[in-house]
């Protein structure tokens, strides 16, 4: 409330319509405007800035907010910044592996033909062992060849399902992380 700062009648007068009874301090009033409309510029810019990040607009400070609105502009460009940091962080993640699922399914084919062809070797060794025209040790040579080329094979295999998965893992969080953002 206000404070009274003159009182011009006593309890007993007689009073006259339109006569100054008393005069109040307005300055305690005049602080709560201005507590009031220093609240109401906060607010607002807060708001503005809030429904530029949900509607992913371009917020810019309104002159009329003053200092909240220059807090308000300071947030947002950090939010931004970090936004686009996290969401490069998660591209670059994303073209890591999918380099990574290119290279691996090159290899894969690579592998399979060199699991083809050291099957075809063993054979022939084999055969070449049975009639006693080849050694043991190079049937076995053989036979390990093709045993390493299934092994990497299968290892490739392995390693382009965790990529995919991972892909989609990465995927997954941008998007996630791009909701919750907003």
């Known amino acids: 409330g ?7 009648v006593r309890p007993g007068d007689s009073v006259t319509k339109g006569q100054v009874l008393a005069t109040l301090d307005a300055t305690s009033t005049k602080a709560d405007l201005g507590a009031l409309e220093t609240r109401q510029k906060q607010l607002r810019a807060h708001v503005n800035r809030l429904m530029a990040e949900s509607s992913e607009t371009t917020y810019v400070a309104d002159p009329a907010d003053g200092e909240a609105g220059k807090v308000q502009q300071e947030i947002y460009d950090r939010r931004m910044s970090e936004f686009r940091s996290r969401m490069r962080g998660y591209d670059e993640t994303l073209g890591e592996t999918q380099a990574g699922l290119k290279r691996t399914e090159g290899d894969i084919k690579n592998l ?4 083809t062809i050291s099957r075809s070797i063993e054979g022939m060794q084999e055969n070449l062992f049975n009639f006693n025209t080849n050694s043991k040790l190079e049937f076995l040579t053989a036979q390990n060849n093709r ?13 382009l399902v965790e990529l995919k998965h991972r892909a989609q893992t990465v995927v997954s969080q941008k998007e996630s992380f791009s909701l919750e953002w907003r």
């Open 112 to 115: 399979q033909e060199q699991l």
């Open 2 to 8: 206000e404070i009274l700062r003159t009182l011009n």
């Open 147 to 159: 045993l390493r080329a299934e092994r990497e094979f299968h290892e490739a295999s392995e390693r």
